[in-house]
């Protein structure tokens, strides 16, 4: 299977007195001895995968968790990288304290480290989301068969939306991509899958049904040019995952702070800009599907 990256396919669409007093003595202006000072807080680190463009995912992300920093004592420092399997290799280095990733990425760190769920987002009231399959409004294809031989988009290795459930929908076929499509690309992004549909680049694609519709609801050109032609199972939500030796007394002000959110009217409107109604406790049972379509796709490996 020939991978084309998605930047590379752009390239072919677009060409920071007085004088001193007599000195005195006085214990107030004693300097404080460096073993002294009080140490800097030691910042939370929270990484970031760019399933949305790195600019929309700070915009979105930012903001909530500087006021998680604030709620928390703690500064935070935002880590930031284009895939999951960077994102959950800090997890399980400990280099990162949580991180905002999908269900598959959250199933493969569980598997390796016993990652947990912390919380998970709530929309529209729903605590599921599930993959679009999406097509150009005028093209030709109208139906999963009419990717055949195609030019199919894919976002991220371990993404569940983007890439799990075609391949596990192709299996069930007793097919793979490489049998399948013509040709398939990785875009890094399921917004970048989205753009990459509508301006040709690929015929289909499959995406989040959270981005896509949020693209959708914000009036973005490239989701209207483009039309859901299948829907998966719901799958449970990506959750903000966090390693198993995280200190406790943290992890349950980080829990605290998630799940009171909406209570606040600062937090609500965060949440808000974040196309999220309120956080809850997150489920472990909620990603054994995920697990299935894992395991059935390892299987035809």
Not at 7 to 22: H, I, M, S, Y
Request: charge should be positive; glycine fraction near 8%; charged fraction near 25%.
């Amino acid at each position: 299977m020939r991978r084309l990256s998605f930047a590379l396919c752009l390239l072919f669409l677009t060409a920071c007195g007085k004088d001193p007093a007599e000195p005195r003595i006085s214990f107030s202006d004693v300097e404080t001895s460096a073993a002294d000072a009080p140490k800097p807080a030691k910042p939370l680190r929270v990484a970031i995968a760019s399933t949305v463009s790195p600019q929309r995912n700070l915009r979105d992300y930012e903001r909530m968790l500087q006021y998680l920093g604030r709620k928390l004592g703690m500064p935070v420092d935002v880590v930031q990288r284009s895939g999951y399997s960077e994102c959950i290799a800090l997890l399980g280095n400990r280099e990162v304290d949580a991180a905002f990733v999908c269900s598959g990425p959250y199933v493969e760190a569980r598997d390796r480290f016993g990652a947990e769920a912390l919380v998970v987002p709530q929309v529209s009231g729903q605590g599921t989301y599930c993959a679009y399959v999406i097509a150009r409004k005028d093209g030709p294809v109208r139906t999963f068969a009419d990717l055949r031989g195609k030019v199919f988009a894919f976002t991220d290795p371990l993404s569940t939306t983007g890439k799990l459930y075609p391949s596990h929908r192709l299996a069930k076929m007793g097919s793979t991509a490489e049998a399948y499509f013509g040709k398939t690309i990785f875009t890094w992004g399921h917004d970048n899958s989205v753009e990459a549909v509508a301006h040709g680049l690929a015929d289909g694609a499959a995406v989040s049904s959270l981005v896509w519709e949020g693209l959708a609801k914000s009036g973005s050109s490239a989701a209207a040019r483009t039309q859901v032609i299948e829907r998966s199972a719901p799958f449970g939500m990506p959750p903000v995952v966090v390693h198993p030796r995280l200190d406790p007394e943290l992890r349950k002000k980080l829990l605290d702070v998630f799940l009171s959110m909406h209570e606040d009217p600062e937090g609500r409107a965060l949440l808000g800009q974040a196309g999220i109604e309120r956080f809850t406790v997150g489920m472990d049972s909620s990603y054994d599907g995920v697990r299935r379509m894992r395991a059935a796709v390892a299987s035809r490996r």
